[in-house]
């Protein structure tokens, strides 16, 4: 059976990095399945509105920018930068009703800029994921990427909350030795977040970590730690201690975000962000560090999920009755999690047209 695929619009999501979007441009990507315009004030302020003129409907980024209006191309309507049409051209001069274009919430945070596509009305700041260690950890151990995935983001999210993959799919700078599957993670939820974690004895640890530990190849503590936040947003951490329990203080840990924005039900933009807290100042240690986990992720973790999806066409991972196995905890979790969120959300939107 098909489904047809509804998205959550009453959350945050990256739309883009704010590297990716230059002090001049019209920059648009599709979000949700709708196209959306986003570009700098003249103060550098981001704004997002939907890229379609409400004229015939030409992709507003082909137009040019008037100060902080934007002009479409085609007959020359001119819009503010909350989507207000403040000239037409045309005959009087008369600007129609209906004209304005729809403008979407965005706040630029920690390097990613955040949209809301639901109801302006519920868009929360403070309900912005924290990712403020990307902003007080020193630019040389900061790296942020963008990856495009065609796939769905469910998929994306399941590969991060069941992370034994790892061992099998992945080579051996950040494997475990097997160590991982073997393990029944802890799956909780708290505050309508899911968090899953591994906690195992490594002997060494994995050499991503190990090789910045006192003892590379003596026995250390490890974990991993994924907090998902609705609809795809997810922290991992992950650390290596030797003679102590306290990973931040006296090992080593990644600071890592990986973040799915649905482009349409079948693709999708995967943001990734890392610090850490060991060789914080060696910005040529973080190039490399980055160019690997690029490496790992767009030659083993994609090529596999397309395959994975284009398997699977576009039936539902549940319609194919998948075989479970007792890492697929916290991915299942977080899909019935999600999916409640869904199903309420379209729920409220029923009630509230009849
Ligand atoms: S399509 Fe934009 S003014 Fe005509
Ligand atoms: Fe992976």
Redesign the pocket.
Known sequence: MESKIAFLENAWYVAALSTELGAEALFHRKILDVNVLIYRKQDGTPVALRDRCPHRFAPLHMGKRVGDDVVCQYHGLRFDCSGKCKHSPHGNGQIPKASDVRSFPLVERDGFLWIWPGDPALAEASSIPDCSEYSRSPKSAVAHVYMHNTCNYELLAD??MD?T??DH??GPL?NTGGKLSPLIPNVTEVDGKVVIRWDWLAEPAMPLLGEHLAEPKAPAKMFFEVVWHAPAVMRLRVGAVQGSDDFVKDGVVLFDYHIMTPESAMSTHYFFASTRNYLTDDAAYNEGKMQGMLG??TL??KPMIEAQQAEMGTHDLWALKPVLLSSDAGAIRVRRVLKAMIEAEQGARLRAVS
Do not use: P, R
């Open positions: 590969n991060i992370l993959h790892i799919l992945h950040i790992a992720f083993e973790d």
